[in-house]
């Protein structure tokens, strides 16, 4: 059980010691083993330079962190969110929120109009921070980013990635931050009427598993569907997770080259078990041209 959310200090690392941390901690969660890690030299390197390296803090004793630096794209200057990861005993408590929250208060205290970072599709947690709760918007779909990665949760697996563009004061980043968020009720709703880009349907194992991909059409909205917990998936029924890769990714490339966007994520329940999806919705379309006249 974590200790009260009050107990936690979220503040930049200072010393030798606290960037030793990271290091371990990258080890704990991820479990690294030719993988190599943040060293502590590059951490300072980074946080001395433009950069920012937070931690979560009870006392010493670091349970969370969040590594990131500068980016630029030829256009702008934005904060890019490299790592974030926090102790498993520490996970589900809400300190993965207020690592980002605190990340956010440092960028907008340089300037900086935007924070951006990948996440993996499949992982519905990361969606669900991402999106429903940070406000954050998913622009673009990156296949196999990363190659292969040795460490015990992506060995074997293809490293997509979705891009996730935190616009900082946007109205609805502050107010999803703030606790304004659709009722679950109104989730549900949403997904009765969306439609469904993936069709899935149980397997032996009593997990889904996809069977069909659809492009989306029309005016309404769309919804494409995720694995509710990855790692169940991974343990208790291995031989979907490239077929549910391969039908997301195909889902979210038709999508987004039909200039479709991702408008929200949301878990819902239906019947006796719960689902994640991500909402998306349609390019809105081009503006009238005024008709010319004398």
Same mark, same amino acid.
């Given at each position: 059980?974590?200790?009260? =959310?009050?107990?936690?200090?979220y503040? /930049?690392?200072?010393? &030798?010691? %606290? ?10 969660i991820?479990?690294?083993r030719?993988e ?11 946080? #001395? ?13 670091l ?5 990131g ?17 926090v102790? $498993?005993?520490? +996970?589900?408590h ?5 690592? =980002? ?10 300037g900086? &109009? +935007? ?5 993996d599709?499949? +992982? ?7 999106v429903? =709760?940070?406000? *954050? /918007?998913p ?8 190659g292969?990665?040795? #460490? ?8 997509d990635?979705?891009?996730a563009?935190w616009?900082?004061? %946007? ?12 009722t679950r009720?109104?989730?549900?709703? /949403?997904?009765?009427r969306?439609?469904?880009?993936l069709?899935?349907?149980e397997g &032996?194992s009593?997990?889904r ?6 492009? $989306?059409?029309g ?5 494409? %569907?995720?694995p509710? #917990?990855?790692?169940?998936?991974? %343990?208790?029924d291995?031989?979907?997770?490239r077929p549910?890769?391969?039908a ?13 966007t991702v #408008?929200?994520? *949301?878990?819902?329940? =239906?019947e006796h ?7 998306? /919705? ?13």
């Open positions: 059980m974590a200790a009260p =959310k009050e107990e936690i200090l503040r /930049r690392l200072r010393k &030798p010691e %606290e960037y030793r941390q990271v290091e371990e901690l990258q080890r704990k991820w479990g690294h030719d190599p890690t943040l060293s502590p030299g590059l951490q300072r390197a980074v946080q #001395d330079n433009g950069g920012i390296v937070l931690g979560g803090f009870v006392d010493i004793y349970v969370g962190f969040t590594f630096f500068l980016g630029w794209d030829g256009q702008t200057l934005y904060h890019y969110s490299h790592l974030t990861g102790r $498993p005993e520490y +996970q589900h809400g300190v993965g929120f207020r690592l =980002k929250l605190a990340q956010r208060d440092e960028v907008v205290e340089l900086l &109009p +935007q924070i951006r970072w990948n996440f599709p499949l +992982q519905s947690r990361n969606a669900n921070l991402a429903r =709760k940070l406000g *954050a /918007r622009d673009r779909y990156l296949v196999h980013y990363y292969q990665i040795s #460490d015990r949760i992506h060995a074997g697996q293809e490293t990635r979705l891009r563009v616009t900082l004061e %946007e109205p609805r980043v502050v107010e999803r931050i703030g606790g304004h968020r659709p009720e109104e989730e549900a709703a /949403r997904w009765e969306a439609q469904p880009l069709e899935t349907e &032996p009593g997990l598993r996809p069977v069909a991909v659809a492009e $989306p059409s005016a309404g909205e769309a919804v494409l %569907e995720i509710f #917990d990855l790692m169940v998936l991974m %343990e208790h291995p031989e979907s997770v549910w890769r391969h997301v990714r195909d889902a979210f490339r038709a999508a987004f080259d039909l200039g479709w #408008d929200d994520f *949301a878990v819902v329940r =239906k078990e719960r689902r994640a999806g991500y909402f998306l /919705r349609p390019p809105s379309p081009p503006a009238p041209v005024p008709s010319g006249g004398n």
